[in-house]
């Protein structure tokens, strides 16, 4: 009963795969920004000063507005998000979130470092798409009226934000090792 239950709920799927380049193209991205607000949700949860946490949820709002344009977007383009690629995002952010876990299984510093790069990569990847829908939205209607540039500019102030944290926490992952075994007598 399950595996039939299991292959027609796949078999719905299938029927759900993007083709058009536009709508692949568009739920990666979809799926990047479900990714980045759930990598948020645990930074915001793991940390421990009230100042980082407020920045990262500011971060996090920000970047839910944007991810409700990009949905937007996708409706106008493909009718909405592909199901099958949510899934696939879903899946490849678990993966991730393990191999943060595996690299520093003390939900230390390192994790908290490496996850702020991976925020902060993707939203240049955020920024990227902006750029290449603003080249192309003036022969394609359905972009009509989205404001680009007002995009590309905050996804730069965002990229800055989590950048200025990625560096601070860059301090303390990279340098706390080192300081330490600095201190410590030399072995006899």
Request: glycine fraction near 6%; proline fraction near 4%.
């Amino acid at each position: 009963m399950v595996v039939l239950a299991a292959t027609a709920w796949f078999m719905n799927l299938s029927c759900d795969v993007a083709t058009d380049p536009f709508a692949v193209y568009l739920n990666d991205h979809f799926a990047g920004a479900r990714a980045a607000l759930q990598l948020l949700d645990r930074l915001i949860e793991s940390s421990a000063v009230a100042g980082a946490r407020d920045r990262l949820t500011a971060l996090r709002d920000d970047i839910a507005e944007d991810r409700d344009v990009l949905e937007d977007v996708i409706r106008r383009m493909a009718g909405g998000p592909s199901t099958l690629r949510e899934a696939g995002g879903w899946i490849a952010e678990k993966l991730g979130q393990l191999k943060l876990v595996i690299d520093d299984p003390s939900d230390g510093p390192l994790r908290r470092f490496e996850a702020l790069e991976v925020l902060a990569l993707g939203i240049l990847g955020k920024a990227a798409l902006w750029r290449a829908l603003s080249v192309v939205a003036p022969g394609v209607p359905e972009l009509a009226g989205v404001n680009f540039g007002d995009l590309l500019r905050r996804a730069e102030d965002q990229h800055a934000r989590a950048e200025t944290q990625r560096i601070e926490a860059a301090c303390v992952a990279l340098m706390s090792r080192r300081e330490l075994s600095a201190n410590q007598p030399a072995k006899r």
